[in-house]
């Protein structure tokens, strides 16, 4: 056992459960955290953790302002995409959060319009990684040289750390939204009918 390892893990747990508490995603980031702590670093299932776990954290954060009483059903919330991204937007989550480098400043414009699928530019970056995973499109994210395969570990590790500092930035959000909101869902009464 590497005891510094599990103290990064631990540390980062603690962390989510602060920020996501209560958030049934909030399992998916830790996931993401034992991912990138693995030698050599599992990129494509960190990646893919970290991508689900926005998504359905963004979900619950939306159909909680809505006084949903469906809260444990997610799949009915849509996927992490422009409309959704717009309407956490227009609810006062800071969609910024979510938004890479190159992208600083623009998410708002980016979010409130219809991305063209033969232009990659024309979508959110967090929404184009989603879909890229979401779709099987894993492939378009490795590449081949000859009869040698390059691992997600070199490919993808620098998408990896970004979203990893993008999951920290946004689990903070959904603290301070999930304060700020008007009131918290109503639950069913596990007494009715």
């Known amino acids: 056992m590497d005891l510094a390892k599990e103290i990064a893990i631990a540390k980062n747990l603690e962390f989510f459960e602060q920020c996501l508490g209560g958030v049934a995603a909030r399992h998916l980031f830790l996931d993401a955290i034992r991912c990138a702590e693995a030698n050599p670093p599992l990129s494509a299932a960190g990646i893919t953790s970290i991508l689900c776990g ?13 006084n949903s009483t469906e809260l444990d059903d997610l799949d009915k919330g849509p996927n992490l995409n422009h409309p959704l991204l717009k309407k956490a937007n227009d609810r006062g989550f800071d969609i910024e959060t979510l938004a890479f480098p190159c992208e600083s400043g623009s998410m708002e414009q980016l979010a409130s319009s219809k991305p063209n699928p033969k ?16 779709h099987g499109q894993l492939f378009r994210s490795a590449f081949m040289a000859g009869d040698e ?9 620098p998408a990896f750390k970004e979203l ?3 999951s920290y930035r946004f689990s903070e959000e959904v603290l301070r939204f999930r304060r700020a909101s008007n009131a918290p869902a109503r639950p069913l009464n596990p007494l009715a009918n």
Not at 54 to 66: A, P
Not at 149 to 157: E, G, H, K, N, V
Request: glycine residues 4%.
């Open 54 to 66: 926005i998504e359905g954290s963004l979900r619950y954060c939306i159909q909680e302002t809505e």
């Open 119 to 134: 232009n990659p530019q024309s979508y959110c970056g967090i929404v184009l990684w989603r879909n890229e995973f979401a």
């Open 149 to 157: 395969i390059f691992s997600d570990t070199y490919t993808l590790a």
């Open 164 to 166: 990893i500092t993008i």
